[in-house]
Nanobody
Framework: QVQLVESGGALVQPGGSLRLTCAVPRFAFSNRWMYWVRQAPGKGLEWVSGIHTGAGVGNYAESVKGRFTVSRDSAKNTLYLQMNSLRSEDTAIYYC????????RGRGTQVTVSS
């Protein structure tokens, strides 16, 4: 089991921005795909974004494309999810995960978008 620790969630107004952080153990970080997934109230897990930690290449769900940016800092074994132009429908618990379905994930961080 890989211990992943997310942080950075908060209450933010529509149109606002947040940056989420995920700390990854060094042994689990190098040269692999890592993911962000989310779970909105009453719904299942939804894939949001992925990034290859070696190449730095990312991809996004259509619902967040153009608003969210995934990145990594290899020196710190850390993933980031920059979220701009937030909408009420982005309200969810956000997890980083070792697979795109979120079967192995951290405890999550709550993002609430509300006025």
């Amino acid at each position: 089991q890989v211990q992943l620790v997310e942080s950075g969630g908060a209450l933010v107004q529509p149109g606002g921005s947040l940056r989420l952080t995920c700390a990854v153990p060094r042994f689990a970080f190098s040269n692999r795909w890592m993911y962000w997934v989310r779970q909105a109230p009453g719904k299942g897990l939804e894939w949001v974004s992925g990034i290859h930690t070696g190449a730095g290449v990312g991809n996004y769900a259509e619902s967040v494309k153009g608003r969210f940016t995934v990145s990594r800092d290899s020196a710190k074994n850390t993933l980031y999810l920059q979220m701009n132009s937030l909408r009420s429908e982005d309200t969810a618990i956000y997890y980083c995960a070792t697979d795109s379905r979120g079967r192995e994930r951290g405890r999550g961080t709550q993002v609430t978008v509300s006025s």
